[in-house]
Protein backbone atom coordinates (compact mmCIF):
# COMPACT_ATOMS: atom_id res chain seq x y z
CA UNK A 1 0.00 0.00 0.00
CA UNK A 2 0.73 3.11 -0.62
CA UNK A 3 1.10 6.31 1.10
CA UNK A 4 -1.66 8.05 -0.65
CA UNK A 5 -3.80 4.73 -0.64
CA UNK A 6 -3.02 4.91 3.48
CA UNK A 7 -4.37 8.24 3.15
CA UNK A 8 -7.26 8.14 0.98
CA UNK A 9 -8.22 4.39 3.28
CA UNK A 10 -8.17 6.55 6.56
CA UNK A 11 -10.21 9.40 5.14
CA UNK A 12 -13.10 7.05 4.07
CA UNK A 13 -13.23 5.13 7.65
CA UNK A 14 -13.18 8.22 9.37
CA UNK A 15 -15.01 10.81 7.75
CA UNK A 16 -11.79 13.49 8.41
CA UNK A 17 -11.08 15.65 5.16
CA UNK A 18 -8.14 14.26 3.25
CA UNK A 19 -6.28 17.16 3.37
CA UNK A 20 -6.35 16.88 7.29
CA UNK A 21 -4.93 12.94 6.98
CA UNK A 22 -2.17 13.61 5.15
CA UNK A 23 -0.85 16.46 7.03
CA UNK A 24 -1.19 14.33 10.24
CA UNK A 25 0.40 11.64 8.75
CA UNK A 26 3.54 13.45 7.48
CA UNK A 27 3.54 14.93 10.89
CA UNK A 28 3.50 11.71 12.35
CA UNK A 29 6.08 10.71 10.07
CA UNK A 30 8.53 13.45 10.45
CA UNK A 31 8.17 12.54 14.32
CA UNK A 32 9.17 8.92 14.02
CA UNK A 33 12.25 10.02 11.49
CA UNK A 34 13.41 12.47 14.12
CA UNK A 35 13.20 10.18 17.41
CA UNK A 36 15.16 7.26 14.82
CA UNK A 37 17.93 9.91 13.87
CA UNK A 38 19.13 10.19 17.51
CA UNK A 39 18.90 7.12 18.12
CA UNK A 40 16.10 6.09 19.95
CA UNK A 41 12.81 3.70 19.33
CA UNK A 42 9.53 4.48 18.89
CA UNK A 43 6.80 2.78 20.19
CA UNK A 44 3.45 2.75 19.27
CA UNK A 45 1.16 0.70 22.16
CA UNK A 46 -0.76 -1.92 20.94
CA UNK A 47 0.57 -1.24 17.34
CA UNK A 48 4.21 -2.01 17.42
CA UNK A 49 7.33 0.01 17.63
CA UNK A 50 10.08 1.66 15.34
CA UNK A 51 13.89 0.85 15.55
CA UNK A 52 16.73 1.78 13.44
CA UNK A 53 19.62 -0.76 12.23
CA UNK A 54 22.94 0.10 11.09
CA UNK A 55 24.63 -1.54 8.68
CA UNK A 56 28.64 -0.97 8.75
CA UNK A 57 30.84 -0.30 5.89
CA UNK A 58 32.15 -3.57 4.16
CA UNK A 59 34.54 -4.27 0.97
CA UNK A 60 32.68 -6.59 -1.14
CA UNK A 61 34.12 -8.39 -4.54
CA UNK A 62 32.19 -7.83 -7.50
CA UNK A 63 30.41 -11.50 -8.29
CA UNK A 64 30.17 -10.79 -12.25
CA UNK A 65 34.25 -9.85 -12.19
CA UNK A 66 36.31 -10.99 -9.26
CA UNK A 67 38.88 -9.03 -10.14
CA UNK A 68 36.89 -5.95 -9.06
CA UNK A 69 35.75 -4.72 -5.72
CA UNK A 70 33.56 -2.12 -4.40
CA UNK A 71 32.58 -0.01 -1.23
CA UNK A 72 29.17 -0.49 0.63
CA UNK A 73 28.85 2.63 2.70
CA UNK A 74 26.86 2.54 5.62
CA UNK A 75 23.93 3.22 5.84
CA UNK A 76 20.44 3.27 8.56
CA UNK A 77 17.52 1.35 7.34
CA UNK A 78 14.55 1.56 9.32
CA UNK A 79 12.49 -1.18 10.36
CA UNK A 80 9.02 -1.72 11.72
CA UNK A 81 8.18 -4.75 14.23
CA UNK A 82 4.41 -5.07 14.67
CA UNK A 83 3.31 -5.82 18.50
CA UNK A 84 1.45 -9.38 19.47
CA UNK A 85 -1.78 -7.35 20.10
CA UNK A 86 -1.87 -5.82 16.32
CA UNK A 87 -0.76 -9.44 15.04
CA UNK A 88 -3.73 -10.80 16.73
CA UNK A 89 -5.79 -8.22 14.97
CA UNK A 90 -4.95 -8.60 11.64
CA UNK A 91 -5.53 -12.15 11.99
CA UNK A 92 -8.72 -11.77 13.50
CA UNK A 93 -10.16 -8.90 11.18
CA UNK A 94 -8.45 -9.48 7.80
CA UNK A 95 -8.36 -6.48 5.67
CA UNK A 96 -10.27 -6.57 2.64
CA UNK A 97 -8.16 -8.33 -0.66
CA UNK A 98 -7.46 -5.15 -2.65
CA UNK A 99 -8.30 -5.25 -6.90
CA UNK A 100 -4.10 -4.60 -7.53
CA UNK A 101 -2.02 -5.20 -4.74
CA UNK A 102 1.09 -5.19 -7.30
CA UNK A 103 2.96 -2.00 -5.59
CA UNK A 104 2.09 -3.47 -2.10
CA UNK A 105 4.47 -6.75 -3.26
CA UNK A 106 7.32 -4.75 -4.48
CA UNK A 107 7.50 -2.41 -1.61
CA UNK A 108 7.53 -5.45 0.24
CA UNK A 109 9.81 -7.52 -1.52
CA UNK A 110 12.64 -4.61 -0.87
CA UNK A 111 11.42 -4.76 2.55
CA UNK A 112 12.15 -7.63 4.10
CA UNK A 113 14.79 -8.93 6.76
CA UNK A 114 17.16 -11.53 4.87
CA UNK A 115 17.67 -14.73 7.31
CA UNK A 116 20.19 -16.62 5.15
CA UNK A 117 22.18 -20.35 5.91
CA UNK A 118 25.30 -21.41 4.95
CA UNK A 119 24.86 -24.76 2.50
CA UNK A 120 27.86 -26.71 1.54
CA UNK A 121 27.64 -27.86 -1.81
CA UNK A 122 30.67 -29.71 -2.57
CA UNK A 123 29.60 -33.31 -2.46
CA UNK A 124 25.55 -31.82 -4.03
CA UNK A 125 24.63 -33.33 -7.18
CA UNK A 126 21.68 -30.96 -8.30
CA UNK A 127 18.96 -32.98 -10.86
CA UNK A 128 19.26 -31.85 -14.04
CA UNK A 129 14.99 -31.40 -13.70
CA UNK A 130 15.77 -28.50 -11.05
CA UNK A 131 19.01 -27.11 -13.44
CA UNK A 132 16.62 -26.71 -16.26
CA UNK A 133 14.37 -23.93 -13.96
CA UNK A 134 17.02 -21.59 -14.59
CA UNK A 135 18.92 -21.20 -17.75
CA UNK A 136 23.01 -21.75 -17.40
CA UNK A 137 23.31 -18.33 -19.27
CA UNK A 138 21.28 -16.66 -16.21
CA UNK A 139 22.96 -18.62 -13.25
CA UNK A 140 26.15 -17.95 -14.83
CA UNK A 141 25.82 -14.43 -14.96
CA UNK A 142 23.80 -13.78 -11.63
CA UNK A 143 26.20 -16.23 -9.73
CA UNK A 144 23.05 -17.95 -8.77
CA UNK A 145 22.60 -21.39 -8.77
CA UNK A 146 19.49 -23.58 -8.04
CA UNK A 147 18.83 -26.74 -5.18
CA UNK A 148 15.90 -28.05 -4.94
CA UNK A 149 12.05 -26.86 -5.42
CA UNK A 150 9.91 -27.18 -2.22
CA UNK A 151 6.35 -25.89 -1.32
CA UNK A 152 6.15 -23.87 -4.46
CA UNK A 153 9.79 -22.12 -3.97
CA UNK A 154 13.16 -22.70 -5.29
CA UNK A 155 15.86 -23.14 -2.71
CA UNK A 156 18.71 -21.20 -4.64
CA UNK A 157 22.27 -20.99 -3.51
CA UNK A 158 24.52 -17.69 -3.82
CA UNK A 159 27.39 -15.44 -2.74
CA UNK A 160 26.02 -12.19 -2.31
CA UNK A 161 22.45 -12.63 -1.08
CA UNK A 162 21.96 -8.97 -0.99
CA UNK A 163 21.86 -8.69 -4.93
CA UNK A 164 18.49 -7.67 -5.26
CA UNK A 165 19.20 -7.20 -8.93
CA UNK A 166 19.78 -10.92 -9.15
CA UNK A 167 16.61 -12.18 -6.65
CA UNK A 168 14.38 -9.90 -8.55
CA UNK A 169 15.11 -10.93 -11.97
CA UNK A 170 15.54 -14.40 -11.23
CA UNK A 171 12.21 -13.99 -9.39
CA UNK A 172 10.67 -12.84 -12.28
CA UNK A 173 12.09 -15.45 -15.34
CA UNK A 174 10.94 -18.33 -12.57
CA UNK A 175 7.74 -17.22 -11.83
CA UNK A 176 8.36 -18.89 -8.06
CA UNK A 177 9.39 -17.18 -5.06
CA UNK A 178 13.01 -17.64 -3.37
CA UNK A 179 14.60 -19.47 -0.19
CA UNK A 180 18.05 -18.57 -0.27
CA UNK A 181 21.34 -20.15 0.77
CA UNK A 182 24.62 -18.64 1.33
CA UNK A 183 27.53 -20.46 -0.55
CA UNK A 184 31.48 -19.95 -1.65
CA UNK A 185 32.67 -19.48 -5.12
CA UNK A 186 33.71 -22.38 -5.25
CA UNK A 187 30.57 -24.37 -4.20
CA UNK A 188 28.47 -22.83 -6.96
CA UNK A 189 31.15 -23.35 -9.56
CA UNK A 190 30.83 -26.81 -8.68
CA UNK A 191 27.21 -26.71 -9.63
CA UNK A 192 27.40 -24.00 -12.35
CA UNK A 193 29.86 -27.16 -13.86
CA UNK A 194 26.81 -29.48 -13.81
CA UNK A 195 24.97 -27.97 -16.26
CA UNK A 196 26.91 -29.06 -18.91
CA UNK A 197 27.40 -32.79 -17.33
CA UNK A 198 30.93 -32.62 -18.33
CA UNK A 199 33.19 -35.48 -16.35
CA UNK A 200 35.74 -34.84 -14.00
CA UNK A 201 38.12 -36.36 -17.00
CA UNK A 202 37.57 -33.77 -19.22
CA UNK A 203 37.56 -30.43 -16.81
CA UNK A 204 40.88 -31.77 -16.17
CA UNK A 205 41.37 -31.95 -19.83
CA UNK A 206 40.52 -28.40 -20.75
CA UNK A 207 42.38 -27.20 -17.28
CA UNK A 208 45.31 -28.61 -18.42
CA UNK A 209 44.64 -27.67 -22.49
CA UNK A 210 44.59 -23.55 -20.64
CA UNK A 211 48.06 -24.57 -19.46
CA UNK A 212 49.76 -26.09 -22.58
CA UNK A 213 51.77 -23.61 -24.76
CA UNK A 214 52.37 -26.10 -27.25
CA UNK A 215 48.73 -25.66 -28.39
CA UNK A 216 48.86 -24.66 -32.35
CA UNK A 217 47.90 -21.09 -33.02
CA UNK A 218 45.63 -19.48 -35.21
CA UNK A 219 48.42 -18.61 -37.67
CA UNK A 220 48.56 -22.51 -39.08
CA UNK A 221 51.88 -24.59 -37.89
CA UNK A 222 52.99 -27.35 -40.31
CA UNK A 223 51.37 -30.47 -40.79
CA UNK A 224 53.99 -32.75 -39.14
CA UNK A 225 53.87 -30.39 -35.65
CA UNK A 226 50.58 -30.44 -35.54
CA UNK A 227 49.72 -34.08 -35.76
CA UNK A 228 52.52 -34.38 -33.15
CA UNK A 229 50.54 -32.28 -30.63
CA UNK A 230 47.17 -32.90 -32.21
CA UNK A 231 47.75 -36.78 -30.70
CA UNK A 232 49.14 -36.48 -27.58
CA UNK A 233 47.77 -32.98 -26.54
CA UNK A 234 44.55 -31.88 -25.22
CA UNK A 235 42.72 -31.12 -27.72
CA UNK A 236 42.82 -34.78 -29.09
CA UNK A 237 41.59 -36.15 -25.53
CA UNK A 238 38.81 -33.41 -25.87
CA UNK A 239 37.74 -34.48 -28.84
CA UNK A 240 37.30 -37.96 -28.25
CA UNK A 241 35.35 -36.76 -24.80
CA UNK A 242 32.81 -35.39 -27.05
CA UNK A 243 32.52 -37.74 -29.88
CA UNK A 244 31.54 -40.44 -27.15
CA UNK A 245 29.04 -38.47 -24.73
CA UNK A 246 27.90 -37.67 -28.38
CA UNK A 247 27.07 -40.96 -29.61
CA UNK A 248 25.89 -42.17 -25.91
CA UNK A 249 23.91 -39.49 -25.85
CA UNK A 250 21.83 -40.51 -29.33
CA UNK A 251 22.47 -36.85 -30.56
CA UNK A 252 22.42 -36.89 -34.55
CA UNK A 253 24.99 -33.87 -35.00
CA UNK A 254 28.26 -31.94 -33.04
CA UNK A 255 27.97 -28.50 -33.61
CA UNK A 256 32.11 -26.47 -32.88
CA UNK A 257 31.01 -23.22 -33.16
CA UNK A 258 33.74 -20.28 -32.49
CA UNK A 259 32.80 -17.20 -30.81
CA UNK A 260 34.50 -14.06 -30.20
CA UNK A 261 36.31 -15.39 -26.63
CA UNK A 262 35.39 -18.48 -26.37
CA UNK A 263 33.97 -22.06 -28.09
CA UNK A 264 30.56 -23.32 -27.95
CA UNK A 265 29.73 -26.77 -28.02
CA UNK A 266 26.12 -27.74 -29.25
CA UNK A 267 24.61 -31.79 -30.01
CA UNK A 268 22.08 -31.94 -31.73
CA UNK A 269 19.42 -34.63 -29.90
CA UNK A 270 15.83 -35.28 -31.19
CA UNK A 271 16.28 -32.43 -33.74
CA UNK A 272 16.75 -29.91 -31.11
CA UNK A 273 19.96 -28.31 -30.62
CA UNK A 274 21.49 -27.84 -27.37
CA UNK A 275 24.62 -26.49 -25.72
CA UNK A 276 26.57 -29.26 -24.25
CA UNK A 277 29.95 -26.78 -22.84
CA UNK A 278 31.87 -23.68 -23.69
CA UNK A 279 35.75 -24.27 -24.36
CA UNK A 280 38.49 -21.54 -24.05
CA UNK A 281 39.41 -19.79 -27.18
CA UNK A 282 43.12 -20.65 -27.11
CA UNK A 283 42.49 -24.88 -28.08
CA UNK A 284 40.41 -23.50 -31.02
CA UNK A 285 42.89 -24.30 -33.67
CA UNK A 286 44.17 -27.30 -32.48
CA UNK A 287 40.34 -28.75 -32.19
CA UNK A 288 39.76 -28.13 -35.77
CA UNK A 289 43.18 -29.40 -36.55
CA UNK A 290 42.50 -32.75 -35.02
CA UNK A 291 39.29 -33.44 -36.53
CA UNK A 292 40.77 -31.97 -39.75
CA UNK A 293 43.46 -35.07 -39.65
CA UNK A 294 40.82 -37.52 -38.61
CA UNK A 295 38.35 -36.52 -41.62
CA UNK A 296 42.01 -36.27 -44.23
CA UNK A 297 41.15 -32.72 -44.94
CA UNK A 298 44.09 -30.07 -45.62
CA UNK A 299 45.31 -28.81 -42.01
CA UNK A 300 46.42 -25.77 -43.67
CA UNK A 301 43.36 -24.85 -45.66
CA UNK A 302 41.33 -22.06 -43.30
CA UNK A 303 39.79 -19.82 -45.92
CA UNK A 304 37.61 -22.87 -47.93
CA UNK A 305 34.97 -24.78 -46.85
CA UNK A 306 36.00 -28.28 -46.88
CA UNK A 307 34.52 -31.72 -46.25
CA UNK A 308 35.40 -35.28 -44.70
CA UNK A 309 34.49 -38.57 -42.97
CA UNK A 310 36.19 -40.54 -40.96
CA UNK A 311 35.08 -44.07 -38.95
CA UNK A 312 35.79 -44.71 -35.15
CA UNK A 313 34.71 -47.93 -32.77
CA UNK A 314 33.02 -46.85 -29.49
CA UNK A 315 31.31 -49.21 -26.84
CA UNK A 316 32.12 -51.86 -29.82
CA UNK A 317 29.91 -50.62 -32.74
CA UNK A 318 31.12 -48.67 -35.96
CA UNK A 319 30.25 -45.01 -35.71
CA UNK A 320 30.95 -43.00 -39.55
CA UNK A 321 30.83 -39.48 -39.09
CA UNK A 322 30.52 -36.45 -42.13
CA UNK A 323 32.22 -33.82 -41.39
CA UNK A 324 31.98 -30.24 -42.70
CA UNK A 325 34.11 -26.96 -42.25
CA UNK A 326 32.54 -23.67 -42.66
CA UNK A 327 35.22 -20.23 -42.15
CA UNK A 328 33.24 -17.51 -40.28
CA UNK A 329 34.56 -14.57 -39.09
CA UNK A 330 35.66 -16.07 -35.60
CA UNK A 331 37.44 -18.84 -37.21
CA UNK A 332 36.57 -21.97 -38.58
CA UNK A 333 32.68 -23.95 -37.29
CA UNK A 334 32.54 -27.62 -37.82
CA UNK A 335 29.96 -29.70 -38.20
CA UNK A 336 29.94 -33.55 -37.37
CA UNK A 337 27.30 -35.63 -38.82
CA UNK A 338 26.89 -39.00 -36.47
CA UNK A 339 26.05 -42.01 -38.53
CA UNK A 340 25.28 -45.01 -35.94
CA UNK A 341 25.37 -48.08 -37.63
CA UNK A 342 24.71 -50.11 -34.30
CA UNK A 343 21.30 -49.18 -35.03
CA UNK A 344 19.94 -50.76 -37.28
CA UNK A 345 17.52 -50.65 -40.16
CA UNK A 346 14.14 -49.96 -39.02
CA UNK A 347 11.04 -50.48 -40.70
CA UNK A 348 7.88 -48.87 -42.50
CA UNK A 349 5.78 -49.40 -39.19
CA UNK A 350 8.79 -48.07 -36.76
CA UNK A 351 9.12 -44.72 -38.49
CA UNK A 352 5.83 -44.32 -38.26
CA UNK A 353 3.75 -45.21 -41.63
CA UNK A 354 0.44 -46.69 -41.10
CA UNK A 355 -3.31 -46.82 -42.23
CA UNK A 356 -4.45 -45.66 -46.04
CA UNK A 357 -0.80 -43.91 -46.33
CA UNK A 358 1.22 -47.08 -45.60
CA UNK A 359 -1.49 -49.46 -47.63
CA UNK A 360 -0.64 -47.00 -50.58
CA UNK A 361 3.19 -46.62 -49.91
CA UNK A 362 2.91 -50.67 -49.86
CA UNK A 363 1.42 -51.23 -53.34
CA UNK A 364 3.44 -48.73 -55.01
CA UNK A 365 6.84 -49.86 -54.34
CA UNK A 366 5.79 -53.53 -55.53
CA UNK A 367 5.34 -52.39 -58.60
CA UNK A 368 7.40 -53.37 -61.76
CA UNK A 369 8.76 -50.40 -62.53
CA UNK A 370 8.09 -46.67 -61.83
CA UNK A 371 9.68 -43.86 -58.97
CA UNK A 372 8.95 -43.36 -56.14
CA UNK A 373 9.85 -39.53 -53.94
CA UNK A 374 10.65 -39.01 -50.86
CA UNK A 375 10.05 -35.09 -50.31
CA UNK A 376 11.45 -33.21 -47.33
CA UNK A 377 13.93 -30.42 -45.92
CA UNK A 378 17.34 -31.37 -44.37
CA UNK A 379 17.34 -34.01 -41.49
CA UNK A 380 13.64 -35.77 -41.73
CA UNK A 381 14.97 -39.07 -41.99
CA UNK A 382 14.42 -39.38 -46.11
CA UNK A 383 17.20 -41.43 -46.42
CA UNK A 384 16.10 -43.93 -43.53
CA UNK A 385 12.79 -44.07 -44.84
CA UNK A 386 14.52 -45.44 -48.12
CA UNK A 387 16.62 -47.55 -46.49
CA UNK A 388 13.22 -49.03 -44.76
CA UNK A 389 11.67 -49.55 -48.36
CA UNK A 390 14.80 -51.60 -49.71
CA UNK A 391 14.33 -53.80 -46.39
CA UNK A 392 10.80 -54.33 -47.11
CA UNK A 393 11.72 -54.99 -51.06
CA UNK A 394 14.80 -57.02 -50.99
CA UNK A 395 14.88 -60.52 -51.73
CA UNK A 396 17.62 -63.09 -53.38
CA UNK A 397 15.42 -62.42 -56.90
CA UNK A 398 16.70 -59.07 -57.42
CA UNK A 399 19.41 -56.84 -57.87
CA UNK A 400 19.21 -53.95 -55.96
CA UNK A 401 21.83 -51.21 -56.53
CA UNK A 402 22.52 -47.34 -54.55
CA UNK A 403 24.12 -44.18 -55.17
CA UNK A 404 24.57 -42.11 -52.11
CA UNK A 405 26.33 -38.98 -50.37
CA UNK A 406 27.83 -41.18 -48.35
CA UNK A 407 26.58 -44.39 -47.43
CA UNK A 408 24.93 -43.95 -44.28
CA UNK A 409 23.74 -47.73 -43.28
CA UNK A 410 25.64 -50.98 -44.97
CA UNK A 411 22.83 -53.32 -46.15
CA UNK A 412 23.74 -57.51 -46.80
CA UNK A 413 22.86 -58.36 -50.57
CA UNK A 414 22.22 -54.91 -51.77
CA UNK A 415 25.08 -53.15 -54.03
CA UNK A 416 25.75 -49.54 -52.14
CA UNK A 417 28.27 -46.96 -54.04
CA UNK A 418 29.49 -43.51 -53.09
CA UNK A 419 29.29 -40.87 -55.19
CA UNK A 420 32.73 -38.58 -54.61
CA UNK A 421 32.55 -35.47 -56.93
CA UNK A 422 36.43 -35.00 -56.81
CA UNK A 423 36.63 -37.43 -59.55
CA UNK A 424 33.52 -36.51 -61.24
CA UNK A 425 31.92 -39.79 -59.45
CA UNK A 426 28.41 -37.68 -59.62
CA UNK A 427 25.02 -38.94 -59.24
CA UNK A 428 24.62 -38.79 -62.98
CA UNK A 429 27.71 -40.18 -63.94
CA UNK A 430 27.04 -43.13 -61.35
CA UNK A 431 23.71 -43.71 -62.47
CA UNK A 432 24.53 -43.81 -66.66
CA UNK A 433 27.18 -47.01 -65.03
CA UNK A 434 24.33 -48.48 -62.78
CA UNK A 435 21.56 -49.08 -65.35
CA UNK A 436 24.53 -51.18 -67.52
CA UNK A 437 24.73 -53.21 -64.33
CA UNK A 438 21.17 -55.21 -65.22
CA UNK A 439 19.85 -53.61 -61.61
CA UNK A 440 15.61 -53.81 -61.02
CA UNK A 441 15.66 -51.34 -57.58
CA UNK A 442 17.66 -48.21 -58.48
CA UNK A 443 17.98 -45.74 -55.03
CA UNK A 444 19.63 -42.83 -56.06
CA UNK A 445 20.52 -40.55 -52.70
CA UNK A 446 19.31 -37.14 -54.18
CA UNK A 447 17.66 -35.39 -57.19
CA UNK A 448 19.68 -32.32 -57.19
CA UNK A 449 19.61 -31.10 -61.13
CA UNK A 450 17.92 -31.64 -64.62
CA UNK A 451 20.81 -34.15 -65.49
CA UNK A 452 19.71 -36.21 -62.61
CA UNK A 453 16.17 -36.33 -62.83
CA UNK A 454 16.27 -37.04 -66.54
CA UNK A 455 18.46 -40.06 -65.82
CA UNK A 456 15.74 -41.41 -63.46
CA UNK A 457 12.85 -40.90 -65.14
CA UNK A 458 14.31 -42.57 -68.21
CA UNK A 459 15.61 -45.45 -65.46
CA UNK A 460 12.09 -45.40 -64.07
CA UNK A 461 10.30 -45.47 -67.73
CA UNK A 462 13.03 -48.61 -68.93
CA UNK A 463 11.48 -51.00 -66.46
CA UNK A 464 13.41 -50.28 -63.11
CA UNK A 465 12.20 -48.90 -59.78
CA UNK A 466 13.48 -46.11 -58.69
CA UNK A 467 14.02 -44.36 -55.29
CA UNK A 468 15.20 -41.35 -54.59
CA UNK A 469 14.36 -38.28 -52.76
CA UNK A 470 13.38 -34.36 -53.32
CA UNK A 471 13.71 -30.93 -51.13
CA UNK A 472 10.08 -30.19 -50.90
CA UNK A 473 8.24 -29.08 -48.41
CA UNK A 474 5.02 -31.34 -49.18
CA UNK A 475 4.32 -34.40 -51.70
CA UNK A 476 2.39 -32.21 -54.12
CA UNK A 477 5.23 -29.75 -54.54
CA UNK A 478 7.48 -32.44 -55.96
CA UNK A 479 6.04 -31.75 -59.43
CA UNK A 480 6.17 -28.45 -59.86
CA UNK A 481 9.92 -29.12 -58.43
CA UNK A 482 10.98 -32.01 -61.01
CA UNK A 483 8.74 -29.47 -63.66
CA UNK A 484 11.58 -26.30 -63.01
CA UNK A 485 14.20 -29.03 -63.43
CA UNK A 486 12.66 -28.90 -66.69
CA UNK A 487 11.03 -32.35 -66.83
CA UNK A 488 8.32 -32.43 -69.04
CA UNK A 489 4.81 -33.23 -67.34
CA UNK A 490 4.33 -36.66 -69.53
CA UNK A 491 7.56 -37.75 -68.48
CA UNK A 492 6.14 -37.14 -64.64
CA UNK A 493 2.97 -38.77 -65.18
CA UNK A 494 4.17 -41.85 -67.24
CA UNK A 495 7.37 -42.80 -64.48
CA UNK A 496 6.34 -41.43 -61.00
CA UNK A 497 3.89 -43.94 -58.83
CA UNK A 498 3.85 -42.05 -55.56
CA UNK A 499 5.52 -39.11 -53.63
CA UNK A 500 5.86 -39.28 -49.55
CA UNK A 501 6.50 -35.91 -47.71
CA UNK A 502 7.57 -36.55 -44.23
CA UNK A 503 8.53 -34.97 -41.14
CA UNK A 504 10.40 -35.34 -37.44
CA UNK A 505 8.22 -35.21 -34.22
CA UNK A 506 9.84 -35.75 -30.82
CA UNK A 507 8.20 -38.65 -29.45
CA UNK A 508 7.10 -38.39 -25.52
CA UNK A 509 9.32 -39.98 -22.85
CA UNK A 510 7.22 -43.36 -21.95
CA UNK A 511 9.02 -42.95 -18.67
CA UNK A 512 7.33 -39.97 -17.79
CA UNK A 513 3.97 -39.63 -20.22
CA UNK A 514 0.81 -38.48 -18.36
CA UNK A 515 -2.48 -36.90 -19.51
CA UNK A 516 -2.87 -33.56 -19.92
CA UNK A 517 -6.00 -30.72 -20.88
CA UNK A 518 -5.06 -28.39 -23.89
CA UNK A 519 -6.77 -24.83 -24.55
CA UNK A 520 -10.40 -24.98 -25.93
CA UNK A 521 -9.23 -23.54 -29.02
CA UNK A 522 -6.02 -25.82 -30.00
CA UNK A 523 -9.01 -29.26 -28.71
CA UNK A 524 -11.25 -27.77 -31.28
CA UNK A 525 -9.34 -27.38 -33.98
CA UNK A 526 -7.50 -30.73 -33.52
CA UNK A 527 -11.33 -31.65 -33.44
CA UNK A 528 -12.00 -29.83 -36.99
CA UNK A 529 -8.36 -31.54 -38.75
CA UNK A 530 -10.36 -34.74 -37.53
CA UNK A 531 -13.25 -34.47 -38.78
CA UNK A 532 -11.99 -33.81 -42.34
CA UNK A 533 -9.90 -37.06 -42.80
CA UNK A 534 -11.50 -39.44 -45.08
CA UNK A 535 -13.98 -42.12 -43.81
CA UNK A 536 -11.96 -44.87 -44.62
CA UNK A 537 -9.39 -43.77 -42.22
CA UNK A 538 -9.58 -45.31 -38.77
CA UNK A 539 -10.42 -42.48 -35.78
CA UNK A 540 -10.06 -42.33 -32.48
CA UNK A 541 -12.89 -42.51 -30.07
CA UNK A 542 -12.12 -40.23 -27.41
CA UNK A 543 -9.42 -37.29 -28.18
CA UNK A 544 -6.94 -37.15 -25.24
CA UNK A 545 -3.28 -35.35 -24.97
CA UNK A 546 -0.54 -36.38 -23.76
CA UNK A 547 2.45 -34.92 -22.46
CA UNK A 548 6.15 -36.07 -20.80
CA UNK A 549 5.94 -34.30 -17.09
CA UNK A 550 10.21 -34.60 -17.63
CA UNK A 551 12.48 -37.29 -15.84
CA UNK A 552 15.77 -38.70 -15.93
CA UNK A 553 15.42 -41.31 -18.72
CA UNK A 554 14.44 -38.13 -21.11
CA UNK A 555 17.00 -35.14 -19.06
CA UNK A 556 13.64 -33.45 -17.74
CA UNK A 557 12.64 -32.34 -21.43
CA UNK A 558 9.49 -34.79 -21.79
CA UNK A 559 10.32 -36.20 -25.32
CA UNK A 560 12.75 -39.49 -25.84
CA UNK A 561 13.26 -40.35 -29.68
CA UNK A 562 11.40 -39.20 -32.88
CA UNK A 563 8.57 -40.55 -34.94
CA UNK A 564 7.54 -39.63 -38.58
CA UNK A 565 4.17 -37.98 -39.54
CA UNK A 566 3.75 -38.54 -43.56
CA UNK A 567 1.70 -37.97 -45.71
CA UNK A 568 1.13 -40.18 -49.45
CA UNK A 569 0.96 -38.39 -52.83
CA UNK A 570 -0.56 -41.26 -55.16
CA UNK A 571 -0.16 -40.02 -58.55
CA UNK A 572 -4.15 -41.32 -59.95
CA UNK A 573 -5.68 -40.71 -63.25
CA UNK A 574 -7.50 -37.11 -62.27
CA UNK A 575 -4.15 -35.97 -61.11
CA UNK A 576 -2.10 -37.20 -64.04
CA UNK A 577 -4.54 -34.81 -65.94
CA UNK A 578 -4.00 -31.86 -63.60
CA UNK A 579 -0.33 -32.14 -64.31
CA UNK A 580 -0.35 -32.18 -68.07
CA UNK A 581 -2.21 -29.05 -67.09
CA UNK A 582 1.03 -27.58 -65.48
CA UNK A 583 -1.22 -27.21 -62.11
CA UNK A 584 0.02 -25.94 -58.85
CA UNK A 585 1.32 -27.81 -56.16
CA UNK A 586 -1.83 -26.59 -54.03
CA UNK A 587 -4.25 -27.31 -56.54
CA UNK A 588 -2.69 -31.05 -57.16
CA UNK A 589 -2.30 -30.97 -53.40
CA UNK A 590 -6.12 -30.69 -52.73
CA UNK A 591 -7.25 -32.97 -55.09
CA UNK A 592 -5.67 -35.63 -53.66
CA UNK A 593 -6.95 -34.84 -50.36
CA UNK A 594 -10.43 -35.34 -52.21
CA UNK A 595 -9.15 -38.63 -53.27
CA UNK A 596 -8.40 -39.76 -49.88
CA UNK A 597 -4.92 -38.47 -49.16
CA UNK A 598 -4.64 -37.94 -45.45
CA UNK A 599 -1.98 -34.74 -44.64
CA UNK A 600 1.15 -34.71 -42.71
CA UNK A 601 -1.31 -32.63 -40.27
CA UNK A 602 -3.68 -35.13 -39.91
CA UNK A 603 -1.68 -37.83 -39.22
CA UNK A 604 0.39 -35.74 -36.35
CA UNK A 605 -3.01 -35.06 -34.97
CA UNK A 606 -3.81 -39.20 -34.65
CA UNK A 607 -0.10 -39.66 -33.24
CA UNK A 608 -1.09 -36.65 -30.83
CA UNK A 609 -3.86 -38.79 -29.28
CA UNK A 610 -2.55 -41.92 -29.59
CA UNK A 611 -0.22 -40.41 -27.05
CA UNK A 612 2.95 -40.72 -29.36
CA UNK A 613 3.37 -37.56 -29.66
CA UNK A 614 2.13 -33.75 -28.73
CA UNK A 615 0.54 -30.73 -30.56
CA UNK A 616 3.61 -28.54 -29.78
CA UNK A 617 5.34 -30.72 -31.70
CA UNK A 618 3.14 -31.68 -34.78
CA UNK A 619 2.63 -27.32 -34.95
CA UNK A 620 6.31 -27.03 -34.79
CA UNK A 621 7.09 -29.07 -37.74
CA UNK A 622 4.34 -28.25 -40.01
CA UNK A 623 3.24 -25.07 -39.08
CA UNK A 624 3.52 -22.57 -42.14
Known sequence: MTSTDLKRAIAQKTAIPPEVVAKTLDIIQQTISTELSTGRSVNFPGFGNFVLIKYPPRTIKDVRNPAKTYLSLEKNKAKFRPSLDFKKELLEKPTPPKQ????????????????????????????????????????????????????NKIVVAMIDPEDREAIEFVKKKTGMDLDIRLCTQADLNHVLEQYSAVSGELKKIIESAEEDEEIPTQKGPSKEKVEEITETAPAAKIV????????????????????????????REDGILKEIIKLPKEIQSGISSRIKILSDMKIDETRLPQDGRFQTVLDGAEVDFRVSTLPTVNGEKVVMRI?????????????????????????????????????????????????????????????????????????????????????????????????RQDPDVIMIGEIRDYETADM?????????????????????????RMMDMKIEPFLINSSVNCIVAQRLCRRICDNCKEEMTVDSSEQKLAEEELKKMPEKEKRPEKIQFFHGKGCENCNGTGYKGRIGIFEVFDLKDNL????????????????????????????????????LTTLEEVWRVTKD
Open 100 to 151: DTTPEKENNSFDQTINVCYVDLSKTTVPKKILNLLPEHIARHYQIVPLEEKN
Open 456 to 480: AIHAALTGHVVLSTLHTNDAAGAIP
Open 240 to 267: QSLIKRAVREKASDIHIEPQEEEIIVRF
Open 339 to 435: LDKSAGILTLEQLGLRGSAFVTLEDNIHKAHGMVLVTGPTGSGKTTTLYAVIDKIQSVGINIVTLEDPVEYRMPRVNQSQVYTKINFTFANGLRSIV
Open 576 to 611: KELVAKRASGTILGQEAIKNGMVTMKQDGFLKVVDG
